[in-house]
T-cell receptor
Framework: DAKTTQPPSMDCAEGRAANLPCNHSTISGNEYVYWYRQIHSQGPQYIIHGLKNNETNEMASLIITEDRKSSTLILPHATLRDTAVYYCIALTGGTSYGKLTFGQGTILTVHP | DSGVTQTPKHLITATGQRVTLRCSPR?????VYWYQQSLDQGLQFLIQYYNGEERAKGNILERFSAQQFPDLHSELNLSSLELGDSALYFC????????????????FGAGSRLTVL
């Protein structure tokens, strides 16, 4: 599975969009990009995933560059409850049975 | 409620003891994963089961063992406990299709907090 690189921390004002970048320059064609988050000491929570196309759900949007070497998770209107560690993970679909390897992630702090 | 149930939520025990952590996966999920999160470390993958069979192994100590039962619940057994085993232990489940394509989303439980004194 491709290595991912994320900034260690980011700040965002409440109500503004939070844009969290992730670099995965060695990603292969069949590797999905997943985003999870962990709010203090709670179980990690799935946010969104994508392969090639941009994706949007009720929580966030995922923008994947055309060359797939990087992606951005967008929380459109961040709230204080979005303060968490965000993990970007590249993972081959299916054959590995899907175990996730978590890196250090990005600590997102949303300020009032 | 994620649908993944872990018990107990909190456990305090002494060094040298043995404990069992239990996980019930979401209905319909065949794969179960165990992760450990210590204060000074991130989420570490321990072991994965799919439909009763071990499928992947991470940095799991020999003192730890796990299994997945026919009803798909899983247990993580930790023995000869040391102070350093104090951590949050998370269980996750997924459908876990063994096919060459398709995404696989993990759903995590709330965790079991183990304190070894």
């Amino acid at each position: 599975d491709a290595k991912t690189t994320q900034p260690p921390s980011m700040d965002c004002a409440e109500g503004r969009a939070a844009n969290l970048p992730c670099n995965h320059s060695t990603i292969s064609g069949n590797e999905y990009v997943y985003w999870y988050r962990q709010i203090h000491s709670q179980g990690p929570q799935y946010i969104i995933h994508g392969l090639k196309n941009n994706e949007t759900n009720e929580m966030a949007s995922l923008i994947i560059t055309e060359d797939r070497k990087s992606s951005t998770l967008i929380l459109p209107h961040a709230t204080l409850r979005d303060t968490a560690v965000y993990y970007c993970i590249a993972l081959t679909g299916g054959t590995s049975y899907g175990k996730l390897t978590f890196g250090q992630g990005t600590i997102l702090t949303v300020h009032p | 409620d994620s649908g993944v149930t872990q018990t107990p939520k909190h456990l305090i025990t002494a060094t040298g003891q043995r404990v069992t952590l239990r996980c019930s996966p979401r209905s319909g999920d065949l794969s179960v994963y165990w992760y450990q999160q210590s204060l000074d470390q991130g989420l570490q993958f321990l072991i994965q089961y799919y439909n009763g069979e071990e499928r992947a192994k991470g940095n799991i100590l020999e003192r730890f063992s796990a299994q997945q039962f026919p009803d798909l619940h899983s247990e993580l057994n930790l023995s000869s406990l040391e102070l350093g085993d104090s951590a949050l232990y998370f269980c996750a489940s997924s459908v876990g299709f063994p096919v060459s394509s398709g995404a696989n989303v993990l759903t995590f439980g709330a965790g079991s907090r183990l304190t070894v004194l």
